[in-house]
């Protein structure tokens, strides 16, 4: 996905002229600071010009709205009505640069380029100064990814907020959990993650609050300290919340409630300094319903909610998590030059990923160790040994009984269609058993296929 520029100016001849000295980029338009707003809020912008005096308003004031949807958005004012006055008051503001009207479009065009080009290299800084320790990085190139990228600026710039991830299994939950930290003034300090699935509930308590000497059987003789005191000043990382036993939760909200713990076996409390970031994969309004979590310890947690979509619904980040993955894994596994053929990226746009990325970062590993050649193909992929080519063939094959609907089509009555014809494939010509299939009674499925016969 190309970058995105909003132009908010209320001349429709400057629109059109920006617009089209940008054809390689994605240009928004706006003519008021409300519409403005709608499309900042929609479209994420990477860059915004702004006009400074709009039909609804001053394009100043508009900035703190702009930045508050996301806080490193660079904002460039145009001005017909130039002062020293105005460009100190803009500069103060935060806006990246400030252009007097009428303007060269060159000049637009070398600001633009300019600030585009900063962002890229302030990520690739971040990439290689830290933010590519882990599998995997925050890839937000499709509209959801960059929705929640903006509220993790959001987010990490307040430091004591509590926020609830939510999101299936292996979509990067703890990587958004790590961006928000790196992000906020807590990011010289520790950040410490657990799994609370992954062990009993007294080495749970143990692990978080530490433990005085001879507290239990078995315990250190010179106790033990928690990782709540060890991410004192940072982030603490609480994966798998959700199944987290009932008398650890009441713990656990007591700490968020007066930031202080207490070590098993002890008799003073201490306090603590870190932010509380809790991740799930499941409904935890289900859960509080079904009396297996506390209602009180989820309004804790859920100060901020934070959901991370499925892989399956923002198929434009795939691609480019692939080729961010290949690009590490092929320096590091010593693969220079390897990359992926056309068969693969269609075969990769056309799975649904119930893995998510943690099944993406397996498979593209798992192909450049096994790739024969320098182009990967779908066979070295084994999606889960779901999409499985025929031996000596590039093409992908559907698992057995799948439908595959052709990229852009949406007509429902074609799909149904295929759908139909596909059941009665599988019933073996059968009508009953494809009814049966179907959900439809038989009758039903004989108005369908006179249907389908009259449209052949």
């Not at 439908?403 to 494939?425: D, F, T, Y």
């Amino acid at each position: 996905m190309a970058d995105t520029l909003l132009v908010i100016d209320d001349e429709p001849s400057i629109r059109r002229a920006i617009a089209k000295a940008f054809t390689e980029i994605t240009v928004l338009e706006a003519e008021t600071i409300a519409e403005g707003l709608e499309r900042a809020t929609d479209g994420f912008p990477d860059l915004v010009l702004l006009d400074q005096r709009l039909p609804d308003g001053s394009g100043l004031d508009a900035v703190a709205s702009l930045r508050a949807i996301d806080p490193e958005l660079p904002v460039v004012l145009l001005t017909g009505h130039g002062s020293t006055d105005l460009a100190v008051d803009a500069l103060k503001q935060g806006v990246a640069d400030y252009i007097e009207k009428p303007f060269k479009l060159e000049r637009v065009r070398r600001t633009v380029e300019l600030l585009l080009e900063r962002q890229r290299l302030g990520r690739q800084v971040k990439r290689l100064s830290g933010g590519g320790k882990g599998r995997t990085q925050v890839v937000a190139q499709s509209s959801g990814m960059k929705r929640v990228m903006a509220l993790i600026k959001r987010v990490a710039a307040v430091p004591s907020t509590t926020v609830l991830i939510q999101g299936e299994s292996g979509v990067g939950k703890e990587l958004v959990a790590r961006s928000i930290h790196e992000r906020s003034s807590r990011r010289d300090k520790k950040f410490v993650a657990i799994n609370c699935a992954a062990l009993s509930e007294h080495l749970l308590e143990a692990e978080l609050y530490g433990y005085e000497k001879g507290a239990f059987t078995g315990a250190d003789q010179r106790g033990k300290e928690g990782l709540f005191q060890a991410a004192e000043g940072g982030t603490i990382f609480l994966d798998e919340v959700g199944e987290m036993p009932l008398p650890l939760q009441t713990k656990l909200l007591r700490v968020l409630q007066e930031r202080r713990v207490r070590k098993v076996g002890g008799l003073d409390d201490e306090d603590v300094d870190v932010r509380v970031v809790a991740a799930t994969n499941r409904d935890l309004r289900k859960e509080v319903a079904a009396g297996r979590f506390r209602q009180d310890l989820y309004y804790r947690l859920r100060v901020v909610p934070l959901l991370v979509p499925p892989l399956r619904d923002r198929p434009d980040d795939i691609l480019p998590l692939a080729d961010h993955l290949l690009e590490r894994l092929s320096v590091e596994l010593s693969r220079p030059g390897i990359g992926f053929a056309d068969a693969t990226r269609d075969a990769m746009i056309g799975y649904a990923w119930p893995g998510n990325v943690r099944e993406l970062a397996n498979a593209v590993e798992r192909a450049v160790i096994s790739a024969a050649g320098d182009a990967i193909v779908p066979a070295d992929l084994v999606m889960d040994e779901e999409l499985l080519p025929e031996a000596g063939d590039d093409e992908f094959q559907l698992p057995a009984g799948s439908l595959l609907i052709p990229a852009g089509e949406r007509n429902l009555s074609a799909i149904e269609q295929m759908v139909v014809k596909a059941a009665l494939s599988e019933a073996g010509g059968q009508k009953s058993k494809a009814a049966e299939m179907l959900g439809i009674n038989r009758t039903t499925l004989y108005n369908k296929l006179r249907d389908l016969s009259d449209e052949n």
